[in-house]
């Protein structure tokens, strides 16, 4: 149960990227068009939670967990849209970089400062 919340936290942060994202391209807020724009991110998400349970001592709540969560959503999803050939702009690599690091790490940093 305790790395089931972080887990949600981090899956429902990436669709909310996505969401945001389309609306603000006016691409549509549907259900199908924000999992198929968020799911190259949603796979560096679990292959970061991956990679951070191997390699950290840390907890899923952790800044370092959450680093190695961005770092992954970001590089292994741009891979996949650039192999789907979807846009990689430099742009738009910055602007993911930043908004799923202020989200995925944003929650982590709010929870440490957060009385218990």
Known sequence: MSRL???????????????VGRRSHAEGV????VVRTALPF????????L??????DSGP??????????VSAVVLGMALRAVAA??????????ATLTLGALLLGWR???RLLPA
Do not use: E, K
């Open 109 to 111: 940093l709010l929870g």
């Open 86 to 95: 979807q846009g990689v702009a430099p742009a738009f690599v910055v602007v």
């Open 51 to 56: 990679l951070a349970s191997i390699v950290l």
């Open 42 to 49: 949603l796979v560096g998400t679990a292959a970061g939670w």
């Open 30 to 33: 549907d259900v199908a068009g």
């Open 61 to 70: 709540r952790s800044l370092a967990y959450g680093a190695v969560v961005v």
């Open 5 to 19: 919340v972080p887990a949600v936290l981090d899956v429902l942060l990436v669709l909310v990227f996505a969401a």
